[in-house]
């Protein structure tokens, strides 16, 4: 097994370095703000139960309160109806060899600076494959925006007309899954979709389609700018929640070192 010998040589010696992809979870953090007639998601809650004191001489540690659907997180097809009957649907079931493989990144930031609604077309991937090559099979895509840098209102971007933030066409995720047959789809926003996304037929397409084929989102992802286009490794393994439709978790990408990359 020299290959995983070289790697931990090269981690040692910083030539593949791990990049953290995930924000911080904080009641402060948003979540996503659905119209008023659905259930809304909790935010993040930490409660003392005790800070070495007399509730717990030695020790300090927090009951947690969150969403399955809070902060930087994994989203599995039963989350939607259209994956409800595909099996190993949930995060407890999916084989974990789904949870470490390959990623690209195409860099929307230009476009998603300019215009707060803007959105991934087939068109613009076959271009970003012109100069980085063609999307591999079952690899995870993830939509930069830039997004992660913005904060309070600003990220959720919510107007009388719901959210403005961008995503995928649904040809553009239609033509991930079903001409480059991605693994998921991630993004630096709350959702896989645009802040826009309930207008589509179906609503909100990048869910209905990922999970209806059995592919995976993640969402709320950070420091997307950190990563190559092509050439790392992403690592996104859910908790194990019973029948789970998702979870937060940590995200990391292995990268080379930048002054070790070549370029296509
Ligand atoms: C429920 C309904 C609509 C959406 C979402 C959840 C998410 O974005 C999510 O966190 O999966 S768009
Ligand atoms: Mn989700």
């Given at each position: 097994?020299?290959?995983?010998?070289?790697?931990?040589?090269?981690?040692?010696?910083?030539?593949?370095?791990?990049?953290?992809?995930?924000?911080?979870?904080?009641?402060?953090?948003?979540?996503?703000?659905?119209?008023?007639?659905?259930?809304?998601?909790?935010?993040?809650?930490?409660?003392?139960?005790?800070?070495?004191?007399?509730?717990?001489?030695?020790?300090?540690?927090?009951?947690?309160?969150?969403?399955?659907?809070?902060?930087?997180?994994?989203?599995?097809?039963?989350?939607?109806?259209?994956?409800?009957?595909?099996?190993?649907?949930?995060?407890?079931?999916?084989?974990?060899?789904?949870?470490?493989?390959?990623?690209?990144?195409?860099?929307?930031?230009?476009?998603?600076?300019?215009?707060?609604?803007?959105?991934?077309?087939?068109?613009?991937?076959?271009?970003?494959?012109?100069?980085?090559?063609?999307?591999?099979?079952?690899?995870?895509?993830?939509?930069?925006?830039?997004?992660?840098?913005?904060?309070?209102?600003?990220?959720?971007?919510?107007?009388?007309?719901?959210?403005?933030?961008?995503?995928?066409?649904?040809?553009?995720?239609?033509?991930?899954?079903?001409?480059?047959?991605?693994?998921?789809?991630?993004?630096?926003?709350?959702?896989?979709?645009?802040?826009?996304g309930s207008?589509y037929?179906p609503p909100y397409?990048?869910?209905?389609?990922?999970?209806?084929?059995?592919?995976?989102?993640?969402?709320?992802?950070?420091?997307?700018?950190?990563?190559?286009?092509?050439?790392?490794?992403?690592?996104?393994?859910?908790?194990?929640?019973?029948?789970?439709?998702?979870?937060?978790?940590?995200?990391?990408?292995?990268?080379?070192?930048?002054?070790?990359?070549?370029?296509?």
């Amino acid at each position: 097994m020299s290959l995983l010998n070289d790697l931990a040589t090269q981690l040692a010696s910083g030539e593949v370095q791990v990049v953290d992809l995930t924000h911080t979870l904080d009641p402060d953090f948003p979540v996503i703000i659905l119209p008023p007639e659905f259930g809304q998601c909790a935010r993040f809650r930490m409660e003392e139960i005790s800070a070495y004191d007399h509730r717990g001489p030695a020790w300090k540690w927090h009951n947690l309160t969150l969403s399955e659907h809070t902060g930087t997180h994994f989203d599995a097809p039963a989350h939607w109806i259209s994956g409800r009957d595909l099996p190993n649907n949930s995060v407890d079931e999916i084989d974990p060899s789904q949870f470490v493989g390959p990623v690209v990144v195409i860099d929307c930031s230009k476009g998603a600076a300019q215009d707060e609604d803007y959105e991934l077309t087939p068109e613009f991937i076959t271009a970003w494959e012109g100069e980085h090559g063609r999307i591999p099979e079952d690899a995870w895509v993830l939509m930069r925006t830039d997004w992660s840098k913005k904060s309070g209102a600003e990220y959720l971007n919510m107007r009388e007309d719901g959210a403005h933030s961008p995503g995928p066409t649904p040809e553009g995720i239609l033509f991930l899954i079903n001409a480059r047959k991605i693994r998921g789809f991630g993004t630096e926003t709350v959702g896989t979709d645009a802040g826009q996304g309930s207008h589509y037929s179906p609503p909100y397409p990048a869910h209905f389609y990922l999970h209806g084929a059995g592919k995976f989102g993640l969402q709320c992802l950070a420091n997307l700018d950190q990563l190559p286009p092509t050439g790392a490794i992403l690592m996104a393994a859910p908790l194990k929640i019973k029948n789970g439709t998702g979870s937060p978790l940590r995200v990391m990408a292995l990268v080379p070192a930048p002054e070790t990359r070549t370029t296509r």
